[in-house]
């Protein structure tokens, strides 16, 4: 029996990286606190995230591989997640200019039916050239930042703890309205101010591919296997 794929995650990035590798899956989010003790290593706060968000998701299937990921930024030890408004986007953005900054995303999966799990997380660093504050109050306008362009996730959430793209006309869902870690979109016009990667590109966008294919293949699901094609 073939395994089915469910993305826990309310990103358009994570949706649309997946969709680049010509996989089928269904988008299945829940409302999960973000709130992590203190003291743990970045790694360990976006592993915990994510495996928390794998498992909420998991608990009401009886079948399938669940997918969560969790992303940050780190910059001189200080962990920057999504910014709440413009004011805090503009004062990341201007943190991050002139220096280098690591984005570390936490990728859980677990097998609904079995219970298994696996969590690894990775790490690229990301250099920004200088950038005046002119600049990045005009980039912060475009509401890229905080992903400006919807809002239909936080509308979900107060009506309910768990949601599919099921539940809704396929062209009207669409999960947006998150909100970009470090204040910055590099696969959009936040691109601008990095001068330079040293890691995997798709794990600053949200979701390390080469990474989640080799965990995919531990669970038992290879995607260059076309059996595991699948119809939603």
């Known amino acids: 029996m073939t395994k089915k794929l469910i993305l826990a995650s309310a990103s358009p990035r994570r ?5 680049q590798m010509g996989l089928d899956f269904r988008i299945i989010i829940c409302n999960q606190e ?4 203190p003291g743990l290593k970045p790694f360990e706060v976006v592993e915990q995230l ?36 413009a004011r805090e986007a503009e004062e990341m ?19 609904a039916l079995s219970s298994k799990i696996k969590v690894d997380h990775e790490i690229t660093r990301v250099i920004f050239r200088p950038v005046g504050m002119d600049e990045i109050r005009r980039y912060v ?4 930042p905080m992903d400006k362009d919807g809002s239909l996730v936080g509308t979900m959430y107060r009506n309910s703890s768990c949601l599919s ?3 809704l ?7 947006r309205g998150t909100g970009c870690a470090g204040a910055y979109a590099i696969q959009g016009i936040g691109t ?9 590109y798709t794990n600053v966008v949200g979701l390390p591919l080469p990474l989640l294919y080799k965990m995919l293949k531990k669970m038992g699901y290879d995607i260059l296997d076309k059996k595991n094609e699948q119809a939603y």
Do not use: C
Request: proline share 3%.
């Open 192 to 200: 601008i101010f990095v001068e330079r990667i040293e890691g995997d």
């Open 165 to 167: 793209n099921s539940m």
């Open 93 to 111: 953005l201007n943190n991050l200019q002139g220096s280098t900054h690591e984005v570390y995303t936490g990728v859980a999966l677990v097998d």
């Open 15 to 19: 949706s649309q990286l997946l969709k």
């Open 141 to 144: 306008a475009t509401g890229e």
């Open 169 to 175: 006309n396929e062209k009207e869902f669409s999960p």
């Open 34 to 37: 973000e709130n992590i003790p």
């Open 50 to 85: 994510a495996e928390r968000k794998s498992k909420a998701v998991a608990k009401g299937l009886n079948d399938g591989i669940v997918i969560g990921a969790d992303t940050i930024v780190v910059w001189r030890g200080n962990v920057l997640g999504k910014p709440s408004s």
